[in-house]
């Protein structure tokens, strides 16, 4: 089955740090530019970022540039989401996707003291 | 930021009537390329988010053909013909032409 599976989405406090994980199946995940979305409660949706297939390039959306880093490992077609210094702003879903035709079912990042 | 405006923000509609949801852009879509990155997503409530119509009026695949999307520059339609039940959720349009990639804030469609 073609599917995205994220995983890692926890209760963090504000200033601290937490890694996602996006794992693909049933296709070639190295031949696919990978994105990071993210949706706030009730909100629309919000471009963080994106990774070229073999990980050597990534954009990212000003509002998170320097404190989130995605990378991959083809090796174990999972995508990562590191992220920093996070703040009440960044509690959301965060979805995985592939040039939006694949998308996974999310996970929920809460941030809170 | 490319700044993607719908319209309306609410739609209500009876089975089978065909409705059109207008997203207009702050910036022409048209790439250096000569493709229009601007792309139309459903999300049913409690669901991720899918791709139905992807560079302006290409159908994805296994999406019904009564969603049909149009336009070019910075203004563009989706368009319902004849809603059906499972069409319900909120659309939204996304452009990747010009980075950050960004979406418009959503047509939520709900029944009359």
Redesign the interface.
């Given at each position: 089955e073609v599917q995205l599976v994220e995983s890692g989405g926890s209760l963090v406090q504000p200033g601290g740090s937490l890694k996602l994980s996006c794992v693909a199946s049933g296709f070639t995940f190295s031949n696919y530019w990978m994105?990071w979305v993210r949706q706030t409660p009730g909100k629309?949706?919000?471009?963080i970022g994106?990774i070229n297939t073999d990980g050597s390039k990534t954009?990212?959306?000003?509002s998170i540039k320097d404190r989130f880093t995605i990378s991959r490992d083809n090796a174990k077609s999972t995508l990562y989401l590191q992220m920093s210094n996070v703040k009440s702003d960044d509690t959301a879903i965060y979805?995985c996707?592939t040039n939006?035709?694949l998308?996974?079912?999310?996970v929920m990042v809460t941030v809170s003291s | 930021d490319v700044v993607l405006t719908q319209t309306p923000p609410t739609l209500s509609a009876t089975i089978g009537q065909s409705v059109s949801i207008s997203c207009r852009s702050s910036q022409s879509l048209l790439h250096s390329n000569g493709n229009t990155y601007l792309h139309w997503l459903l999300q049913r409530p409690g669901q991720s988010p899918q791709l139905l119509i992807y560079s302006v009026s290409r159908l994805e695949s296994g999406v019904p053909n009564r969603f049909s999307g149009s336009g070019s520059g910075t203004d563009f339609t989706l368009k319902i013909s004849g809603v059906e039940a499972e069409d319900l959720g909120v659309y939204y349009c996304v452009q990747g032409t010009h980075a950050p990639r960004t979406f418009g804030g959503g047509t939520k469609l709900e029944l009359k």
């Open positions: 994105d629309s949706l919000e471009w994106e954009n990212y959306a000003p979805y996707t939006w035709e998308w996974g079912q999310g | -």
